[in-house]
């Protein structure tokens, strides 16, 4: 048993199918992960569960890989803001997490664009392009640009939680990029297949950052850093040459278009 702590937990769930259930039962869902190398006996640290469930959680996994027998469990960390339900975030996580909720509204926008797509008409293309416009410039350059420049470099950018992160940026550009190629040709299934693909990815991936990366990250810096992270975000968007005011009129003008659209 001991050997599994020290695997990835994708190996520990496809040799061991019930695992997956059982994380699931924590709202822990490795399963989807694009990278699931993170180690089995990591998990509770980065997912931070309260103690009880700690044990509890690590007892269950020992029974469902090596049934009957009395394993040693590794060592929890003991760690107070595990005893929080609600999460409080710094100011720099914080201004993350609010950046987020202007790209939430744009994701959960995403299925009335590609049921309304029209790549004939040039209104139908220019509502597609703004939409590219809003992840490139807005969810990209802004948001992960701050992420990917500036916060992983606090950390050890080897850690397999920040090769998720990393992974899940690579793969929403390489969305917006077939989008494009799909415009040039008039290609609205391809069109509508990736524009679904993104908005599923990012919905997964900023429920990653919120509920874990930022609350283990903001466990994990000092005092200081989050004073130095904090005014190094506020440098970064002083130097960008836009405004998120704009994004955020495009928001609520496609979100009037379609709500009239119901009526």
């Known amino acids: 048993m ?6 990835g937990i994708k190996e520990v769930i496809e040799q061991f199918p019930e695992v997956e259930n059982i994380l699931n039962e924590y709202d822990i869902g490795c399963a989807p992960c694009t990278v699931g190398t993170c180690l089995l006996k990591d998990i509770l640290e980065i997912h931070s569960l309260p103690a009880d469930q700690q044990q509890e959680l690590m007892t269950r996994i020992a029974e469902a890989i090596d049934p009957g027998r009395d394993v040693k469990i590794p060592r929890i960390k003991k760690n107070r803001e595990t005893e929080k339900k609600e999460i409080t975030y710094s100011l720099p996580m914080k201004k993350l997490v609010d950046e987020h909720v202007l790209i939430k509204r744009l994701i959960a ?8 797509l029209d ?3 040039q209104e139908g293309r220019q509502l597609i392009l703004d939409t590219i416009d809003f992840i490139r410039f807005y969810a990209d350059r802004y948001h992960h640009a701050k992420e990917e420049d500036i916060l992983f470099k606090y950390f050890d ?19 917006v990029k077939a989008v494009l190629e799909a415009l040039e040709k008039r290609d609205g299934i391809k069109i509508a297949e990736h524009l679904t693909a993104y908005g599923r990815l990012l919905s997964e991936h900023i429920k990653k950052e919120d509920d874990i990366l930022y609350p283990w990250m903001d466990r994990s810096l000092s005092i200081s850093q989050i004073g130095k992270l904090f005014s190094e975000f506020n440098e970064t968007d002083g130097e960008i040459g836009y405004t998120p005011a704009k994004y955020e009129a495009f928001v609520s003008r496609l979100e009037d278009k379609f709500d009239s659209k119901k009526h």
Do not use: C, F, T
């Open 2 to 7: 001991e050997a599994y702590w020290n695997k």
């Open 157 to 175: 950018e080897n850690l397999d939680i920040l090769k998720v992160m990393h992974e899940d940026h690579k793969q929403g550009r390489s969305h």
């Open 109 to 116: 926008l995403l299925p009335a664009v590609v049921e309304n």
């Open 119 to 121: 790549v004939e008409s």
